[in-house]
């Protein structure tokens, strides 16, 4: 647990590292391993794709408007608070899934999200990952409580009908992850960061379970064994176990983390945002690549206001 001051830098990464990650996946979001390395080779620089070169997608947006009402209101999620940010910073342009985007336009149009949700949910809530892509800012806003974290990760989840149980524990495993990893010091031991991501409640989803397992025998693998094993998809027992394998395989790197997880494939710009959000954490902003950040979106939904939402909550911590 976090005692004594906390590394503004590192709150910052938390953040920012959403954005560069999501960013540099975002040229590739939906191909396969095999179709980026013949098309591209390998992705190691910000290119243009669906959106200019830098532009962030939705992980980046949801991520921003909860570090913004998590700082709003310190100590608590107000779920509907979230609900009306995330309906008014919607655009549908930055790639939202089917479900929220349909969400997100009832809301909008004055509908109140528990109903919203009533007429749109899938039966037994999503299992896709579109809460533990921003699940980010809870690890900063409850940095002090692991409880907490893993409480508010599931109640954030809510307010998008990613109630499944492997929907709520990606977001779970995601924020507990970013959190050991604002904990953390360098050089970071692998098998230690894997032992702080057991609950603190009930076990994971089984399928998290196997996926952990997997992830601490096989670091040295190859990233096709990674794919196979764990998969790319927006199912969150697979984006977050892959986004974090590719974190714990270069750890001492920003850039080798980032590189990593985007070329998995899949859906890349989540998985690049979730690895940068724990690279983030650990390295802090200072030490990702120039020649990415330079270029990362900037403005009301970008850098600054990613900055502004990190600098506030280190504020309250
Ligand atoms: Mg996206």
Known sequence: MLGGSVDRDRFRGALLGVATGDALGMPVEGMP?????????RIREMLPGRLGRGTVTDDTHMTLSLAEVLAETPGNLDQNLLARRFAERFDPARGYGG?????????RSGEDW?????????????????????VAPVALAFCRDA?????????????????????????????????????????????????????????WQPEFQEALRWIRGNLGAEPEAAVRQLGTSGRASHSVPASLWAFLTAPESVSRSLIKAVNLGGDTDTIGAMAGALAGALHGWEAFPREWTEVVEDGPDGKTALLRAADRLHGLA
């Open 33 to 41: 391993r095999t179709g980026i390395e013949a098309s591209y080779g």
């Open 99 to 107: 479900n929220t985007r349909l969400l997100l336009s009832e809301i």
């Open 147 to 203: 409880g907490a974290v893993l409480d508010v990760a599931g109640r954030q989840a809510e307010v998008t009908g990613h109630d499944h149980p492997v929907g709520r524990d990606g977001a779970r495993l995601q924020a507990l992850a970013v959190l050991r990893a604002l904990e953390a010091s360098l050089p970071l031991d692998p098998a230690a960061f894997l032992d702080a991501l057991e609950p603190l409640d009930e076990p």
């Open 114 to 134: 528990r109903e919203a949700l009533v007429n749109l949910r899938l039966p037994g809530g999503s299992w896709a990952n579109g809460a533990a892509m921003r």
